[in-house]
């Protein structure tokens, strides 16, 4: 009885040390795996130690809420165990692989019992959150990092930032212009094992990419980046074949850049050096149809002990962008840009400047020479999270305040790599970009269009005396041309507006009764990419009519002869009366006569009897600034003088011979 006992326990006890040595194998590899940056294998050598260790974490019993609260916090051991250091080292090897769903319950582990030795596990698990799309829960837990973690540090920085980033992508997720975007994964041929990033039109029809997917020669499972070319057309792609350039079979490649001529063709080259990537910036030349073995540019861009990547070459092929972390630069990765020679060699390289560049890391630049706009990704301003894509207006050496493309070009995870295929003001008209926004570890290629907006102008038609609106003015819009693009009529508040697919030099010509003709011209605004604008105002004269003159009734005059008869002072005391208590107003008054006479007489008499109306007035105090006087004789009746037959018509002729007032100024 006492052998079985001996040989059942020496059997357990060889079981023990087994389970330990294999452990220990585990983790020996995972660490080794994860000082190599090889994640994936670190990750998966992590979990075969903690499920040996009995450790695995089930997802159903993750509570991410009492993860993160007070209570749950223990103290940290003196010393981290083992199995304390490989759930964070999982937890990182995850989200280093873009796994989010994977790493947020090891994140919460680490949390539950090791947060003190391990505070970053918290903002990583925000992030990790974040990317998952739990908005809420990661505002929450960022909130409680920074209420804890005391230093003022990048992490700092980083989780403000990214409490703002929850606003945004709020916001961005509102957008009223959503559905003039299509967002569409590239097809599986594309979007295969590994990463597929990095879009580059060799020609209309070909496309660069690098990808890590595997080939059968690969050895030991390593995803190495290499170049690869596919047929491109409306969208779909086929014959996806490794491209022709020399390759060493340790060293990635990728990221490329043509140079305007297609004659040459700029390249990232790497690799890992004890966990450190190196990268520089290699040439290869075209000869017929082959591509011959990359060249390094020299120090004027790859300077030693720093990285250089992610070339880009203008339109005008005047200049290299790229991305490095170089000395002289504003944080980790900054945007540079060297200006080529005709040969295409660099001579000359500056810092992009604070403008674009931030205390965090600038990637991936690309220029739409069309609309004159640099496109980069940045994970160093307020976004939506992770990279983001930013576009700034200008030229190396001037540039714009940059402006996050917002939702759904960029997304809570990250967003790199753009190439866009556009030649017209349409930026986004047809675009590949790299994201892992629909990947669980990896990089993918999208399509994305949006249809631009009409541009929308907008104006108003006043009086020039004034300013007043003019409400139911014709407009009309025409082009350099003369061709009439559009008539309107302007709204009550003397508005109008009109659309058209591009910005251009219009003349405007308005029209309204009672006003002489007003025009305008319309220039391209400084900015042809804004959606709306505001043309000149169009100012219209008011035409000058007479104004009417009125008929003083009971005037009286001596038989032809100016002097008034006391019968007149009634009415005209009652003029009289007006002007003071209109101040200001001005008068004209006015004699005719019948036609009795001659024109020479009548005139004569006509002024002379306007002349008795105007003393009158004075005489009792008008301002005689305030009065002119005018005859007309009989030259405007109002009534015939004589009958058809001949006979006279002494009421026609009693409606002639009257005297009137017309008010000049109120």
């Known amino acids: 009885m006492k052998k079985i006992i001996f040989t059942t326990a020496t059997a357990l006890l060889m079981a023990i040390t087994a389970q330990a040595q294999l452990a220990y194998n585990y ?8 000082k190599k940056n090889d994640y994936n294998s670190a990750a998966t050598y992590y979990e075969k130690y903690l499920s040996v260790k009995g450790k695995a974490i089930r997802k159903e019993s993750y509570k991410p809420y009492v993860a993160v609260s007070a209570t749950a916090v223990k103290p940290a051991a003196n010393k981290v165990s083992n199995e304390q250091e490989a759930t964070f080292r999982l937890a990182e090897s995850y989200r280093l692989l873009h796994n989010y769903e994977r790493a947020t319950p090891y994140y919460a582990s680490v949390m539950e019992t090791s947060l003190e030795s391990y505070p970053l596990s918290a903002y990583y698990y925000a992030v990790s959150l974040r990317a998952l799309g739990k908005y809420e829960l990661a505002g929450q837990v960022f909130r409680q990092f920074l209420e804890r973690y ?23 997720n509102n957008r009223k212009d959503l559905h003039l975007f299509k967002m569409i994964k590239a097809p599986a041929d594309l979007n295969t094992t590994g990463a597929s990033y990095a879009p580059l039109w060799l020609t209309s029809g070909t496309l660069l990419f690098t990808s890590t997917r595997p080939l059968e020669s690969a050895h030991n499972g390593t995803y190495i980046n290499r170049i690869y070319t596919a047929d491109y057309e409306a969208g779909e792609t086929k014959n996806i074949q490794l491209f022709k350039l020399e390759q060493p079979g340790d060293i990635h490649q990728g990221t490329t850049a043509i140079s305007p001529d297609g004659q040459k063709l700029y390249l990232t080259r790497w690799h890992i050096d004890h966990g450190q990537k190196i990268a520089a910036i290699w040439v290869s030349e075209k000869n017929n149809d082959t591509w011959s073995a990359p060249v390094e540019l020299d120090s004027m861009v790859n300077i030693p002990g720093a990285n250089a990547q992610q070339p880009f070459v203008t339109g005008d092929g005047k200049y290299l962008l790229f991305s490095s972390d170089r000395p002289g630069g504003y944080g980790a990765f900054d945007l540079w840009y060297a200006t080529l020679d005709a040969s295409g060699k660099p001579v000359a390289v500056a810092n992009m400047g604070e403008t674009i560049n931030t205390a965090a890391n600038e990637q991936a630049p690309f220029y739409h020479s069309t609309t004159g706009t640099l ?4 994970d160093g301003r307020v976004g939506m999270g992770g990279y983001d894509f930013f576009s700034s207006k ?16 960029n997304s ?12 017209n003001r349409n930026l986004l008209d047809d675009v590949l970009i790299g994201t892992d926004r629909d990947a669980a570890c990896c990089l993918e290629l999208f399509f994305l269009h949006k249809d631009r907006a009409p541009r929308q102008l ?3 038609v006043v009086s020039c005396d004034g300013g007043q609106p003019v409400p139911g003015a014709t407009v009309v819009i025409r082009d350099a041309a003369h061709t009439v693009l559009a008539t309107l009529t302007t709204g009550s508040d003397g508005r109008y507006a009109f659309t058209l697919p591009e910005y251009q030099p219009l003349d405007m010509q308005a029209n309204a009764t009672g006003y002489t003709e007003g025009n305008g011209q319309v220039q391209t605004p400084e900015d042809p990419d804004v959606e709306t604008a505001v043309n000149p105002v169009i100012c219209m004269t008011p035409l000058v009519t007479p104004p009417a003159a009125v008929v003083m009734d009971n005037v009286y005059y001596d038989f032809d002869k100016a002097s008034l008869q ?6 005209l005391d009652k003029l009289v009366q007006m002007l003071k208590e209109h101040a200001t107003m001005e008068i004209e008054l006015g004699a005719h006569t019948d036609s009795k006479g001659s024109d020479r007489h009548n005139q004569r008499l006509s002024e002379a009897r306007a002349r008795s109306v105007v003393d009158y007035l004075v005489s009792k105090g008008i301002d005689p600034a305030r009065l002119t006087w005018k005859g007309f004789g009989a030259s405007q009746p109002v009534a015939p003088n004589t009958l058809s037959d001949g006979s006279d018509n002494p009421e026609g002729r009693q409606l002639n011979r009257r005297t009137t007032f017309t008010v000049l100024k109120q």
């Open 566 to 571: 006391e019968a007149s002072f009634a009415s």
């Open 458 to 460: 907008s104006g108003s």
């Open 375 to 378: 496109v980069f990704s940045s």
């Open 394 to 409: 200008g030229t190396p050496g001037n540039w714009k305040a940059p402006v996050n493309m917002g939702a759904p070009v």
């Open 27 to 34: 983790l020996r590899a995972a660490d080794d795996y994860y």
């Open 150 to 172: 005391k230093a003022d540090d990048n992490f700092t920085t980083s989780a403000n930032r990214e409490v703002a980033n929850l606003d945004f992508i709020i916001k961005e």
């Open 412 to 423: 809570v995870k990250d967003d790199i790599y753009f190439g866009s295929r556009s030649n």
